[in-house]
């Protein structure tokens, strides 16, 4: 009867440590694609047109085709909105916004601020540990600095993934794991 408690007890220790594994390798997978998005959307833009733009550039040809470079990103991957951001001395705004389905953020509006999001502006790709509220719903995100043809970041791009969406996936992923424990 002992070595049937010790084997139980052990058998609970390995399952409990098995899941803390599971869960941080699914959280690591996650964010790592939410990098790899907001990173080869940042690549893909040009930094010397994201630096230079201003609200009268809006329906411009330079503005029209990062817009639908964003867009395509939002069309065909699985993520809530993506977008490009300016830092304004620690205020961050919205200066290029595709969606055009619900309400997008205005050229120059303020855009929540995360560590994730001050470590892109100093140049530096990021992901948010928590998520956080704002008026568009519940959001991790990425960003990532675009960078201007001097090599200095010229902008930011931001890529939002649902929070339910991000907990629901490790959520799943732990339930599988339970099932097999």
Not at 29 to 43: F, V
Not at 61 to 85: A, G, M, V
Request: glycine share 6%; proline share 3%; charged share 25%.
């Amino acid at each position: 009867t002992i070595t049937t408690i010790i084997l139980i007890a052990a058998n609970v220790l390995l399952g409990v440590i098995l899941m803390r594994q599971s869960r941080y390798s699914m959280q690591s997978l996650i964010r790592a694609r939410m990098l790899d998005i907001s990173n080869t959307a940042a690549y893909m833009i040009d930094g010397d047109v994201v630096r230079d733009i201003s609200a009268e550039d809006v329906g411009t040809p330079k503005y029209q085709e990062t817009l639908e470079l964003l867009r395509s990103f939002q069309d065909n991957i699985e993520l809530e909105y993506i977008y490009c951001i300016r830092d304004e001395g620690g205020r961050y705004s919205f200066t290029i916004d595709p969606d055009n389905i619900t309400d997008p953020g205005q050229f120059g509006e303020e855009i929540a601020y995360t560590k994730a999001l001050e470590s892109a502006a100093h140049g530096i790709s990021a992901v948010d540990e928590e998520p956080y509220e704002d008026r568009w719903g519940r959001f991790y995100s990425a960003y990532s600095p675009i960078f201007d043809s001097s090599g200095n970041v010229a902008g930011i791009i931001g890529v939002d993934f649902s929070a339910d969406w991000y907990e629901e996936r490790i959520k799943s992923h732990l339930m599988a794991i339970e099932i097999e424990i």
